[in-house]
Structures are given as structure tokens and as C-alpha cells.
């Protein structure tokens, strides 16, 4: 018997003798950790192992599957696609051998896993930044810098003339509801997310004083329609004044496209090419970003009421929740890590963007911060909060 069949039937004991009630929150939550690291790891050893059995054809003789990756669906209990991005994966870690060792020890999950390697495929270089990116922050975060790193490898004006060719807004139906997707070029959609956002944002205000509460998407929902079917939308002056921002830094503005770890992108939106910044500088249209690694140098702007350098600033080093491990993107507001109240100071090194969730921990709850080297904050709570707020 190899090994990890005798792992997997302590493991299998071990989850059928288990009676989480009997157990104290702090150890079920220890537990869970566990649990976790051993999900890593199966994910792992599977993967390996279905990449030795679809090279040596092994699977045909126990299936009536028609491709490797239908045997892996049929085993797994997962779908094709999910399949063919486990194979896909095992690929990749061959030659990105940083990666492949954090997964062997369960420091990396397949999810995390699949992205770095994507990225690491496009730009080696780029290999040590991704596996920092994982480990200190979200999914979320993790493939938005996949993407950054990818865009910087990729022929910008090739890619870009396929975005356009490539347009689309389709819609089905099931039952009452109407489904739909599009896709553009990004700087195309990001104008249409920038002329919403203060649609949004009153749709917000106005279902706030009513006391409902739903999602940001249900009420950008309601923006597109009010945008559409109006006239003269409310807040239709506001929206035709809206700024969006480009981020881009100088070396690759100055190359014309973007360079190897170098950056181009709309916050919050996504990548896009180098000519789309230069047009915008030219045209003064939109807020232009220059940054020289992490630190702004420059700010342009054709309004005078723009958000001040400093707010700019923090919009751009913090486009996620700076707590570590979190990675929303949304509604995030900005936090003055020593009391405003006491210091009366607002500077770039005091400040940082957090979640509402997080922001009202530390405002209202006691909980408190602590940098990390990586730029990240470490949250904890107040020595006094009970077990069941300590984990919120």
C-alpha cells in the first residue's frame, strides 16, 4: 500500500469520528486550518497523479471516458473546463519551479496555483511577484496581477485590435429572467462603468433612506436602466463629468508600450494599452496617473475639481483593502491609522484604503492595525472582544 492510500484512510477515520459540537470554537477554527492544508495537498497529489496517468494513457483501462479531462470531471465530481485547468496547470508548474515547490507543501492552493503559473508563463520574471501577491492577498487581487503581468508581455495593439473584433453584448432568457455579458475594449468599458458610477451611487443614497439594502451590482443594474430609458438621467451632469483614471508608469509611457513589470491600467477595470495613456495625456481628458514604481511623481488633470494629489495617491497604492488577505475593490474609504482627531494630520504614509467590514472594526470595534513590510496591515482585535467578535 502506498503511503497516501494510508493517508487517506486517517484522514477518512478521522473526518468520520468527528463531532464538531464537541469541540471549543478556537480548536474548530485551528481544525479548520487543517482541514484546509489537507485539501491543498489532495488537490495536489491528484493533479500529479492524473497528469502520470493522462501520460501514460492509465485511465482508459478504469473509464469510458472519451479525454483525459472527462475522466477527471467523472471522478471528481467537477466540469470539464475545471479538468482541463487542472492539466493545463500541471503543465505550467513544470516549469515554474518556485510554484510547484509552495504547492507540493500545501502553501498554495490549485486556484492560487493556476494563476501564477499563467502569469509565470508569460513573464518568468514575474513568478516571485505573483507568489507574493498570493500570499498576501485575495483571489480577487492574485488574477487582476495575473493579468497586469500578462497585458505587459503581450503585443498591445494586437490584443487590442482582437478586444474590438471581438466586441459582443449577448443576452438569454430562463424563465422571467433576462441574463446577458459584453465585452469591449477596456477603456471603452471603463466609460461606461464611469458615466454609471453616479447613477450608482444615487440609486444607493435613494434605497439607503428607504432602509433596503442590496448589492452594488443590483443597483448598477438600476443605473443602466435609468441611464437608458431617461432623457435626461438624473445626475446626468455629473455623469458626463465623471473621471476616470489611467495608471501608468513612466518607462512604458515613454516606450509606448508597457514594459516587462510595468504598468497600464484603468483601476478597477483592468489593462490597457500604452496608446490609450498617451491619448489621453494629449486630450487632457481624464486623470493620468505617472508612477515610477509605487510612488506617484506627477499628477495631470484638465479640472479643478479634481480629488487633491494626496487622495489620488492613496486611490492608487491602496486599490484593495489594505488588511492582509482581503481583497475587495469596492466602497472602500479611507482610514487615518493615527486619530485625525488627535494628530490633525493627513499624510501618505498615515493613511490607507479599507473594506467597510474592516473600516468599522477599526473605528467602531477596537481593533487595530499593524504595517507589514509588504504594504499590507495585519489586523487585530481588542484584548476584551469576546471569541465570536475576535474571529468576525
Sequence with gaps: MFKIERAAEVVQEAVTELDPARLEGCDAARLTEVAALIERLGATAKMLLAQRSAETNAWRRTSHAATPEQWLAEMSGCTEGAARDVFAT??????????????????????????????????????????????????????????????????ELEAHRRA???????????????????????????????????????????????????????????????????????????????TACVLVDLPSLLDGETTPGGTCEIPGVGPVPVEHARKV???????????????????????????????????????????????????????????YADSHRSTYNELGNLCPKHHDLVTHKSYTTTDNHDGTWDLHPPAHAPPREAAA
Design 281 to 339: 495625456l494629449s486630450h487632457g481628458l481624464l486623470q493620468l496617473v505617472i508612477t515610477d514604481g509605487v510612488d506617484v511623481q506627477t499628477v495631470v488633470s484638465n479640472t479643478r475639481h479634481v480629488p487633491p494629489a494626496l487622495k489620488i495617491a492613496i486611490a492608487v497604492r491602496d486599490r484593495t483593502c489594505k488588511i492582509r488577505g482581503c481583497d475587495r475593490d469596492r466602497m472602500l474609504e479611507r482610514h487615518h491609522t493615527h486619530g
Design 90 to 155: 500541471a503543465q505550467r508548474l513544470g516549469e515554474c519551479r518556485a510554484t510547484a515547490e509552495k504547492v507540493r507543501s500545501g502553501e498554495l492552493s490549485m486556484a492560487q496555483a493556476t494563476q501564477v503559473s499563467a502569469g509565470a508563463m508569460a513573464d518568468p520574471s514575474a513568478e516571485p511577484r505573483l507568489l507574493r501577491t498570493a500570499r498576501r492577498s485575495g483571489m480577487r487581487e492574485l488574477r487582476a496581477e495575473k493579468e497586469r503581468v500578462i497585458a505587459a508581455a503581450t503585443d
Design 164 to 242: 474590438k473584433r471581438d466586441r459582443h453584448l449577448r443576452t438569454w432568457t430562463q424563465g422571467f429572467a433576462t441574463h446577458g455579458r459584453f465585452s469591449g475594449p477596456t477603456e471603452d468599458v471603463a466609460q461606461i462603468l464611469t458615466a454609471l458610477e453616479p447613477l450608482t451611487k444615487a440609486r444607493f443614497d435613494e434605497a439607503r433612506t428607504a432602509g433596503e439594502r442590496e448589492t452594488r451590482d443590483a443597483y448598477r443594474f438600476d443605473a443602466l436602466v435609468t441611464a437608458v430609458t431617461s432623457a435626461r438621467p438624473a445626475k446626468a451632469s455629473k455623469a458626463s463629468n465623471a
